[in-house]
Structure formats: C-alpha cells, structure tokens
C-alpha cells in the first residue's frame, strides 16, 4: 500500500502558524482528492480540509474555516495545510488523507477518503 508521509507538526503557541506538509511517495497523487483530517484524545476522528486534484474545489471544517488554507503542488506531489491564528482546541494528531476511488472528482467530498496517513502531532501551547 502506498504511504502518506507526514512532516511539519510540533508545538506552537497560541495565534501562531504551522506549515503541514504530506507526501505520497510511490504513487502519483496529482489525480486524486487529497486532505487532511485530525483526532485529538478521547475525541472522533475530524475532517478538517480537502482539495480536488487540480485545487478548484476545496473543503473546511467549520472550526478553522478562514484560518486555515490547503493547498498542492502536484509537481512535487505535495499536498500542504497551512494553519494560522491557531487556538488550543487545534491540538491534535493531524493526518494526511487520499481518496483514490475516484480521479479527477471535481467536488471536494471528504467523506471519500480512502487511506490515511500515520498522523502528525500540533500541540497549541497557552
């Protein structure tokens, strides 16, 4: 199975920025919805954000809509999650996602995510 290689997680202060970074080495991803979702203690899983293959449709979780931003750059194969103005409730294990059901989806669906990645940890310190 194809691996999704995190990076970019650690611990930031409250009303600081974070760069999340994954990589899918092994399979081109450029065709396929890519994402983020994340799982703090004792809580479900989350989707937080997704992106269409060629970034013309995107999704947010309503709690870090406007603060957070997905973006890829599919010549590099990387998917990104740009995090701002973040706040405690933002600590978690962050986790790249591929939903490689369908290529070229023109609608942001995170709920087709297919496989996940082995997670990162954001900790938002006070």
């Known amino acids: 199975q194809v691996q999704l290689v995190e990076s970019g997680g650690g611990l930031v202060q409250v009303g600081g920025s974070l760069r999340l970074s994954c990589a899918a080495p092994g399979r081109t991803s450029s065709d396929y919805q890519m994402g983020w979702s994340r799982q703090a203690p004792g809580k479900e899983r989350e989707f937080v954000a997704a992106?269409?293959?060629?970034?013309?449709?995107?999704y947010y979780t309503d709690s870090v809509r406007g603060r957070f931003t997905i973006s890829r750059v599919n010549a590099k194969n990387t998917v990104y999650l740009q995090m701002n103005t973040v706040k405690p409730d933002d600590t978690a294990v962050y986790s790249c996602?591929?939903?490689?059901?369908?290529?070229?989806?023109?609608?942001?669906?995170?709920?087709?995510?297919?496989?996940w990645g082995q997670g990162t940890q954001v900790t938002v310190s006070s």
């Open positions: 992106i269409t293959w060629n970034g013309a449709s995107t």
């Open positions: 996602a591929a939903d490689w059901s369908r290529r070229w989806r023109s609608d942001a669906d995170p709920r087709a995510f297919t496989q």
